[in-house]
């Protein structure tokens, strides 16, 4: 007998009403990729960009990145060689291709484009209709996931997916993989482009592993747990430039409403926080009123916005496995573990940019 | 310097928000598709159905037509050859790899399922997760379009696409092809395949070519269009079966509201009509205040419900263009002509069924 | 014990996703009203145009109708007598407030503005936040309606209401009056007025009532229907002048989906049809091709756009209920008759302006 | 000439597609108010429950608030005196009128209700059309805020709203008053008591004064920051229990982020976390891997959620205007005071819960 199951809910993978993002793709399937909706015609999207955010994403580090990430952080050598691949479906054109008889000049970005997208390289102009783009997994071994046909793992979405499902892709995490997050930040690296040509910028980094706050001893920190088979949380900083007075709005739809929903959004995040903040509480109000975090009333005031956001540790380690934890639900824990990064939150940088690049670029 | 078009409008590729269905790709890029979000997991999906859906979209015919198409109505021989193949991105699993440890049953359809639907065809199984597709544009000839480039043809949208877009992808019309509704019938027809495990069915059938109503002669008519170079309109009847009471709603969203904004998103489709429609204007309230045409106030009253649709002529006909036409915006007249069907309502059939799965599916 | 009925449409009230309308209101309960959010501020509203277009909907006609209301429509005197008057609760301040301090200047409205907008009436100017209103149920005589607690009417939506939400309001109705149109009028006209501010124009006129189509001959047609205790439907046709090219999206949101979309919504509709319409089916594509209907691949082409829609005849004449008739789905009929209009499509008049205004206003 | 201002969000105003809530009203105006579109049919509303709510916004306490609120607040003697009273517009009929015929039984609540909600108060019913209500703004003082007419005020949204509407009703703050929460109090409210049928409750308190952790020293601890011209933040904490596992989506809409989206909207909420928080960071994967916060992957795991947001001081205090603040933006300082709340904090309760409740009637 067919079982249909009856939970569904509308748009689920769809994040954004006017830059709207479909996401798609389970973790080991044939690729993960996604749509965006609602890219105006005749922007450029540099090639290069896009590929430097994905090895930010996959733990390489870049030029601009105030901390590398340590060789022994669990980010396996053939990742690194093998930055993922986006193959473009439809929505955008080479941009050499792209010549006056078809409605756009071929001047070349303006003195107004900020020098670091002037590079010489291989980029796509967009023609105003749905950007479809996906990325094949390669070196999908299911059978290293095998174990978690018949259990789940405490602290991740294995149990939860198959209460709501009732059927569960088992190899890697399916869904729930952090991999699907490679497709937000192609998204969103398309999304801070456009915003760049607006004059707004976004910066991330991270500000604390555990209780260290010194970026120069956060590799070491990292590598210390990693080496006792833990792991430990994280608190990012993005820091939002540029951005006109007004966007953003009074009611519901608040500035800092967007930007949490956004970010809460991503794997491991339990929290958000602007301005003041929790740390805010034990001030008085005549000693921060001044301090907005660039938002008033929901609406940005025209200052630099800057948001914090804090990840938990990677859950699946070999210490806590050896402790026999269960989890609240009272799931079985795997005796196994899969690859194991012992701070997700430096990965996780980028993705909060892109999230934030994708909240806002809805709102202008 | 870089322009950036500025007319944006959300989601204007997106169809819907419980199946929500994202189209994308150009007929002349790398490949057209979708993404079906919402589909609940679970759902098994004939690959015959969709291999058959497909095969009328491009003009062969089925066993259920009541007419089939005449091979002189302009479809290439190699189209009929190779037909669409549909390549699944995500969301699905070979039905034949779904056990009971994962959640489901082995035991195939069950008696409830219409018999026509337990074949025993290679199918797959949905995930719950959005379920991505692709169709690979084969033998793309972008030099057939060549003289596109500097021109318009008239009754087609390649004038008013470059006013909005400033840029336009001339090979083959872009995104306003009818390649475009491949993948509406392929999401179309997953959910007339959940629709049928409700109990609803969904039939459309040309019942008018020009003056003709017989359907015995309609081969007959078209054929003689074609054989003049001329073309020629068609009305479509779709009759939903099966539909329970209550489904529509009162106000905006009246059930003829959700099914015209459907079908009427086709291309060459220039009026609906349901119940008594345009004709009833002669008749009296006496004498046809019993007939509902299924709906009333907006709601489904639990009877059939039948609507019909026209759709014009082809514009693009070697006559029209010897008669150098130009449309009311001015545009000159291309004097080449790309593929030429005569009428396109034989075509639009399984198209308008689609639309309408995927509008009833949206509200059940 | 509680009963909760479980089918649930979201935002069924809510037309419009940019300029949203939300309208509410049962026709004998306390009031009706809307809420219209997304209008920008400082927009001036002329009260005497919100209260012209009332009266057209009411029956009385105003100096630009083609064709005037008889006295013997069945609309009663006191109706005509006591227009409705709208409460406004929010979202705009009276507009002789509105000082150069608060960002508005007092120059009264520029050369731009038609004319006939530039009436000296008393005004109310937005604020940008949502604009509430309401217009109280005067006159509300239940009693008139106590039939109905237990009879439905043929061709109205007494049962399907009772299936689907399993308690009716039956005094009058509910929400199923036409009386609900009454708020789609107000808040129409606040968008043809922001629609003319842009130098877009809608009009409509109720071009065939039954077989007539001289205007002139149409008042005498309906009052023959209504003599003889029966009702007649009418073919509207509208007109929208100004509308840039570019306007309308390419795939679903195509323009003439839009505006069946919200013309099919209005109670009594049963068709739509734009261009060549259905007539056009037999015409050869030769000789039809170059009439676009103001649309070409669903974005305007910057000429008139033309649709036309028909009204089925008002169900519940004295003639029908002679008969006895049944609806399809079974409902006995009442054998008492509310007000009875002998030809909707009068009245339908502005609410299809206010619905292609409302269509319209989104999409800019 | 009209100025019409250009920034135009959409649905700015309204909260959630299937219990869609639209608000509306200035404080100054004539009423505040909103709607709730998609209540089923046939909900008993207790108007006692809704009475209890507004009191406890309005600062009195209740039965159940493990801390009233001391006199000295800062609230009105008349405030407290004279609660909002809420008119009914549309959606509702009183439940002593329904009866068996109507479709509902008169047996009253089952067992399975909470006992605290069989009270045999006045109820209403809803009659699963639009819900539209408003409150009258009564004891509008306008004058009182005349010094704000050419002025901002430090902390508060006057600036912004006059950067984005270009036009401000600066009468009390116009939209951006924490008036505005009484509507969404009333909304949560029917939220609230259909959450209960389903077994769903939700409970907030205020757990943290500035520095003051004990309960027992908050109402002390405020009256000194009162007595100082000062004010000070706190942490609210909410807890939802007997929400199903399953509940959420796994990617965009994650349930902790559709959580923090709701509460990050009320005025001077600063931050959002669940689960370990931001205290967490210290903490290895070893030591919290078992914490979940009731919600795995974006999805309800079927134990208890809890989260907590903090507010920051009331920002207008005698103590700040003497100081002479001037804000990040350069907006110069009010030298006058509205009326100040020693500790926003207090009134948010209520606002969470509200909040809370209909950011999950949505997914259910």
Redesign the interface.
């Known amino acids: ?20 993002f ?5 973790s080991h ?5 996604g ?1 965006l ?8 999207i540099s090639m290069d960009l896009i590929r430097e955010e994905l090895e930010r994403r996959a733990g390489k580090g870049t030029k601009g990145a105030r901390w590398a990430v340590p060789k022994y952080q669990g980010v396996s050598p053939r990742a690194l060689r093998e930055p993922d691949e986006v ?5 955008v ?1 080479e941009s050499d291709q ?1 010549t006056k ?5 071929d ?4 003195d107004q ?1 900020p020098s670091d997208q002037v590079t010489k390289d291989q980029g796509l ?1 967009t ?6 783009f ?1 990325i094949r997994n390669k070196d999908a071994r299911p059978e290293d996931y095998e174990f978690l ?2 259990s789940y793992r ?4 294995d ?12 190899r890697g995490g ?3 993989s952090a991999r ?1 997050t490679a497709g937000r930040v192609v998204a969103g690296c398309i999304a801070k482009q ?1 915003l760049r ?1 607006k004059g707004i910028t976004i910066h991330a980094a991270l500000i ?1 592993v ?2 260290e706050t010194d970026p120069a001893q956060f590799a070491e920190t990292i590598a210390a ?1 990693q080496r ?1 088979g ?6 990012i900083e993005c820091r939002i430039k540029g951005l006109q ?2 966007v953003g ?6 500035l ?3 930007l ?3 970010v ?2 991503i ?1 491991a ?10 740390e ?7 000693a ?16 630099d916005i800057t948001f914090r956001c ?1 990840f ?4 699946s ?1 070999p ?2 496995l050896a ?1 026999g ?5 009272g799931q079985y824990q795997s005796t196994k573990v899969g690859r194991h990064d012992a701070c997700v939150a430096v990965r996780a940088v980028p993705v909060v940019e892109a999230m934030a690049a994708l909240a806002l670029i809805q ?1 202008l």
């Open positions: 007998m067919q079982r249909i199951y009856t939970i569904i809910v509308p748009m689920a993978n769809v994040f954004g009403d006017k830059w709207s479909t996401s798609f793709g389970e399937g044939a690729a993960i990729g749509v909706d609602g890219v105006p015609a005749g922007l450029h193959e473009w479906l439809s929505g054109i792209v008889d078809q409605g756009l000049s001047q070349g970005p303006s484009v102009t023609l105003g209709t749905p950007i479809a996906l046909k018949h405490t602290g991740h979405a149990q939860t997916y198959e209460q709501k499902y009732g059927i569960r892709d088992w399916g869904r729930a699907e456009a040509l604390r555990g209780a747990y006792d833990d792991s430990i949380g994280g608190i007075a007004g709005e009074p009611i519901f739809n608040k800092q409403a967007e949490a929903f956004a809460m959004s794997n995040c339990k929290g958000f926080e602007y301005g003041t903040g929790f805010g509480v034990t001030q008085p109000g005549s921060i009123n001044h301090i907005s975090g660039g938002i008033a009333g929901g609406i940005a005031d025209g200052t804090v938990k540790p990677t859950p380690t210490k806590a402790k934890q269960r989890g609240p639900g709102l």
